[in-house]
């Protein structure tokens, strides 16, 4: 039997519309897996109601909701079919008085009656048209998640109960670990840049493997020289990645411009990162972005353009592994395509990416909510020529020591900073 789950959007009919319309299910917790069948979810008042079902396809790092940070973990999905809005508080019946917490929460796996029960009750609602709440129904904000469907407020009483009735509805802790600093950011055994570009996709897994090209070395791609070249600021990214999905007809590839940064223990006041943040990694980012922007003029942005993609071409041509996955994406997109094409024919899908669809890459050890924020207006504001404006991208990695571990087997762990 497959794996059956809920995935509850809270009261956000906007996000409750986003997965259905964007075919993208997102979860802020690891756990799902493609696959697994999911019933979407929406809560109008105090009552959940299921209104579609689908399967998860294969991982995805799209994530078209407001809330987009808080999702750890998306899929595209497929098979997906509509019911009219039925109440699900019929899983009592198989789940007892703590139901939300069994069936709903964190979504959790289903066990094999009570995915029967909920299936039968959807055939029953079966609909050709999907089925969305109006405004009126329900409060439109993102301030929720599948955890919301449980109220907060539980009684000391209550607690031994739910533990019994439900016992993964607390945290089991596998292990303590303490935040320790990076040394800095290039350093071969504690560089941040050196232990995340080995362990890349195992950090990042939005993106998939076989549909991602990571070209690490450092120094290849120059982009051009600002007039007024600003002391401290290369215009030369640590990385780039390139992700394929041949569902985005309008530009299967996406180019991600990764910068690694660290305060590590050179930076600790925060003057100093105030400074650094702003002298230098805010002036970095700009230059990657200006570089394909349309205020850089058009020759010098064809010659940078040029340039990369005859790097990325070569690189990929001397890794046997990355010449093949380029194969693979080219054949998906023409099945026809002779061999002696798919250079040129992948070159000109690159060229279009990055007129099209490129995201500065922000990897870094320390940066506030509102600094990401303010970096992403900044990034925002340069547009390609495609009219799309440059995306930004940010990602926070620690480094954690162990302390102690109690049980490998579990899932959860606490860490100390």
């Known amino acids: 039997m497959k794996h059956v789950r809920t995935l509850h959007c809270g009261t956000s009919i906007e996000n409750y519309k986003c997965c259905i319309d964007n075919q993208v299910a997102g979860f802020t917790h690891r756990g799902p ?4 069948i999911i019933y979407l979810l929406i809560k109008i008042g105090k009552t959940s109601y299921c209104g579609a079902k689908f399967i998860l396809d294969t991982i995805t790092d799209e994530k078209p909701w407001n809330d987009a940070d808080k999702y750890v973990l998306c899929f595209k999905i497929k098979e997906i079919k509509f019911a009219k809005l039925f109440d699900v508080s019929f899983l009592k019946e198989d789940g007892g008085e ?11 796996l289903f066990d094999e009656k009570a995915s029967v029960h909920l299936e039968k009750e959807f055939q029953k609602n079966l609909s050709q048209v999907k089925t969305i709440p109006s405004e009126n129904e329900s409060n439109k904000t993102t301030e929720t998640s599948e955890d919301d469907t449980e109220e907060n407020k539980i009684s000391e009483a209550e607690i031994e109960k739910i533990e019994k009735q439900v016992p993964d509805a607390k945290l089991k802790i596998m292990g303590t670990f303490q935040t320790v600093q990076f040394l800095n950011e290039t350093n071969p055994f504690r560089g941040l840049e050196q232990l995340v570009t080995a362990n890349f996709f195992n950090l990042f897994t939005q993106y998939d493997r076989n549909n991602s090209l990571l070209i690490s070395q450092n120094r290849i791609f120059k982009t051009h020289q600002m007039k007024e070249q600003i002391s401290g600021v290369s215009g030369i990214p640590d990385a780039i990645l390139i992700t394929f999905d041949k569902t985005r007809s309008s530009c299967p590839i996406k180019i991600f411009i990764i910068e690694y940064e660290c305060y590590g223990e050179g930076k600790v006041r925060s003057s100093e990162k105030s400074k650094y943040l702003n002298s230098h990694i805010i002036p970095q980012l700009m230059q990657f972005a200006s570089t394909f922007s349309v205020i850089t003029d058009q020759q010098t942005r ?6 990369w993609i005859g790097k990325i071409s070569q690189e990929i041509c001397d890794t046997d592994s990355d010449a093949d996955k380029v194969d693979k994406w080219m054949h998906e997109l023409d099945p026809k395509i002779q061999t002696r094409q798919i250079i040129s024919f992948f070159e000109r899908k690159l060229k279009a990416a990055f007129k099209k669809n490129v995201h500065v890459f ?3 050890d320390e940066l506030s909510a509102e600094q990401k924020e303010t970096i992403g207006n900044i990034i925002s504001s340069f547009i390609l020529p495609s009219e799309n404006p440059i995306k930004f991208d940010c990602s926070i990695v620690k480094l954690i020591q162990k302390i102690s571990v109690l049980n490998s087997e579990l899932e959860y762990a606490l860490t100390v900073q």
């Open 33 to 36: 897996e493609s696959g697994d």
């Open 98 to 108: 703590y139901w939300p917490l069994k069936y709903l929460q964190a979504s959790k």
């Open 302 to 307: 064809d010659n940078t353009l040029n340039d």
């Open 362 to 364: 922000l990897i870094i």
